[in-house]
């Protein structure tokens, strides 16, 4: 059964960085949708990036230009690295892994999550 677990998390001020790791264990390789999601206290939450098997990554729009999403298949290590952090950023940090064998490689519109980390918590003050 595909795990993971998000490391990384902490308190910076607006306009710093931070770089999340997600350990994936459980499977030889990451052939499939990796993603972040995060849940801010009160709100819905929000997928904000996801890369695929294939090369294709999608951010949504509140993070484009400053959050970067990559993976070390060597390692089985999925990356977030947050750049020019605002207050709003903050949130609880999840990642999580479609690793369904019937999923296939791709981020489809409505990945199907099935695994999820523990959650990490990024707090960004002004």
């Known amino acids: 059964q595909v795990q993971l677990e998000e490391s990384g998390g902490g308190s910076v001020q607006a306009g710093g960085s931070l770089r999340l790791s997600c350990a994936v264990s459980?499977?030889?390789?990451?052939?499939?949708?990796l993603g972040w999601i995060r849940q801010a206290p009160g709100k819905e939450r929000e997928g904000v990036a996801s890369?695929?098997?294939?090369?294709?990554?999608r951010y949504a729009d509140s993070v484009k230009g400053r959050f970067t999403v990559s993976k070390d298949d060597a390692n089985n290590t999925l990356y977030l690295q947050m750049s020019s952090l605002k207050p709003e950023d903050t949130a609880v940090y999840y990642c999580?892994?479609?690793?369904?064998?019937?999923?296939?490689?791709?981020?489809?519109?409505?990945?199907?999550?099935?695994?999820w980390g523990q959650g990490t918590q990024v707090t960004v003050s002004s």
């Open positions: 890369i695929d098997a294939v090369g294709g990554i």
């Open positions: 459980g499977v030889r390789y990451t052939r499939f949708c």
């Open positions: 999580a892994a479609d690793a369904s064998p019937t999923s296939g490689p791709y981020c489809w519109r409505f990945p199907d999550f099935g695994a």
